[in-house]
């Protein structure tokens, strides 16, 4: 999996009409989508997916499902069977036997399928980027004294959290997790090399950041180890030039990453 254009993930946090100019825009330099509850709620996502698919790109199915096993198996079985689908996630915190359970369901509709098409990755999702330590203590999943004055020890709460779920989710069967820049060293070095790592919080260099706080380049992030890039605003809203060229240059720092 060494082509850069397939590497490179385009978060389309627009609305279905938006998004259509869009994958025609960047398709060239981009090889799949990621459609979220957005559209899914609006009932778009479906219609956006197959658009993309008419322009030779795949689809990140960004559900992130949580709730009892039998439910997950059962909507992973549809996000498997989704025209275009080519990765969907769930959440790390909803256990063992629920991500089991989503690698159950895409296992039987590969096992099912007419056609040799790969069947879709399964990632999960560890804690959200916009968790920190006072959150995990607000839910209960940090005792009271992690939320300490000392940055490092917060931090090293919040590694570990990381870890022990990406752990899980190996565990558990699933192909990768979500990960910020800062988290993907040590999860390479807990899950080995052939767990993928999806990696938001992109931003090329001189580009606006937004709110994303801890960013690297996508050159830095191909680099430490990151397979894929989840890339929003700086191809969707590119400060100057157009979405195509924004997309060139990122998928040319790519592969020169990988080279
Ligand atoms: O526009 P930008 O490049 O910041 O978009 C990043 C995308 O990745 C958004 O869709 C955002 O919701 C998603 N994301 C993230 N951080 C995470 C998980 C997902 O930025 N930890």
């Known amino acids: 999996m060494k082509e850069s254009r397939q590497r490179i993930i385009v978060a389309l946090d627009v609305d279905a009409h938006e998004a259509g100019q869009i994958i025609k825009e960047v398709g060239p330099y981009v090889g799949l989508i990621k459609v979220g509850k957005e559209m899914m709620t609006e009932g778009t996502a479906n219609d956006v997916m197959f658009r993309a698919v008419q322009q030779g790109m795949g689809t990140f199915y960004d559900g992130k499902y949580f709730d009892i096993p039998e439910t997950v198996y059962r909507a992973s079985l549809k996000a498997a069977r989704l025209v275009g689908v080519r990765m969907f996630n769930v959440h790390c915190l909803g256990g063992l036997e629920m991500m089991q359970a989503a ?30 330590v006072a959150t995990c203590v607000g839910t209960g999943l940090l005792p009271v004294w992690a939320e300490t004055d000392d940055v490092e020890i917060k931090t090293k709460f919040m590694r570990d959290a990381v870890r022990k779920l990406a752990l899980l989710a190996k565990k558990a069967g699933l192909d990768g997790v979500i990960a910020s820049p800062l988290e993907i060293a040590e999860i390479r070095k807990a899950c080995g090399p052939d767990f993928l790592i999806v990696t938001p919080g992109v931003r090329p260099a001189g580009t606006e950041t937004n709110d994303q706080k801890r960013i690297m380049t996508p050159g830095e992030a191909i680099r430490a180890g990151a397979d894929y890039l989840v890339i929003g605003r700086p191809i969707t809203k590119p400060a100057t030039g157009t979405r195509a060229e924004a997309a060139k240059r990122i998928h040319d720092e790519v592969a020169a990453a990988l080279s």
Do not use: K, N, W
């Not at 895409?106 to 968790?131: H, K, N, W």
């Open 103 to 132: 690698r159950r369901a895409v296992d039987e509709v590969a096992s099912q399928a007419m056609t040799a098409a790969p069947r879709p990755l399964i990632l999960g999702v560890t804690l959200l980027t916009s968790m920190d």
